[in-house]
């Protein structure tokens, strides 16, 4: 008589609801610290945690959206970019616009593109992969305790001290010789949003097209 598969029991989760009670407790309390140096400071910290839950609940990776189309094929990730970077644009359009209106100077970094943009987007890019995150990505596995991403913060933080360190060499001798385009200045505020916007949505639709073709079980 052969003996009945007992199916494995399944391990009991330990209730976490006390050590988020004591977190909860510590971030408020660091709140209060923070507010006796500027009212700004508690504010900050509470964004703060907000955006790392965020990140941590969704995964959320520049590295991820840019990655994984290659590597397994999903591009969950790519489209979720696509729409940040959809929203952020109507923010920003809306700043930059009011602005314009006044005659004040159009807020933001509008920094020439030229060979240094690909060199650096080549260097950075393969720097992302090996390390397994951007700075989001690193930020918030650093968070949850993975090692190599210590490392990786590490020598994010030396990097960037280093080339604000000799951003005055960049900038003249690379950066300024580039082509510089502001859409609105060439083409007006409303044709540039337009072309903006379709040019994100061509992206999104091509993402989700390219998800479905290597993944056909997402397919309605």
């Not at 510590?26 to 964004?47: R, V």
């Not at 959206?65 to 790519?78: A, E, F, V």
């Amino acid at each position: 008589m052969e003996r009945e598969r007992r199916s494995p029991q399944k391990k009991k989760k330990a209730n976490q609801l006390p050590i988020a009670a004591i977190l909860l407790v510590i971030i408020i309390a660091i709140g209060f610290y923070l507010g006796k140096f500027s009212p700004n400071l508690p504010m900050f910290w509470l964004f703060g945690i907000l955006l790392g839950v965020s990140l941590r609940a969704s995964r959320y990776c520049f590295t991820a959206s840019m990655r994984d189309p290659i590597l397994t094929g999903g591009t969950n990730l790519t489209k979720a970019v696509i729409v940040a970077i959809a929203l952020a644009t109507v923010g920003f359009a809306a700043i930059q616009y009011k602005a314009s209106l006044a005659g004040q100077p159009i807020p933001g970094n509008i920094s020439p593109a030229g060979v240094h943009v690909a060199v650096g987007a080549f260097m950075f890019g393969i720097g992302m992969v090996i390390a397994g995150g951007c700075a989001s990505g690193t930020l918030m596995r650093v968070g949850e305790g993975f090692v190599m991403q210590w490392l990786s913060l590490v020598f994010f933080i030396v990097g960037s001290v280093w080339g604000a360190k000799d951003f005055n060499f960049w900038k003249p001798a690379f950066m300024d010789s580039g082509i510089k385009v502001f859409l609105p200045d060439v083409l007006g505020w409303f044709p540039a949003l337009v072309l903006q916007f379709a040019l994100l949505l061509a992206l999104f639709v091509l993402a989700d097209w390219f998800g479905n073709r290597n993944n056909p079980e997402n397919t309605l």
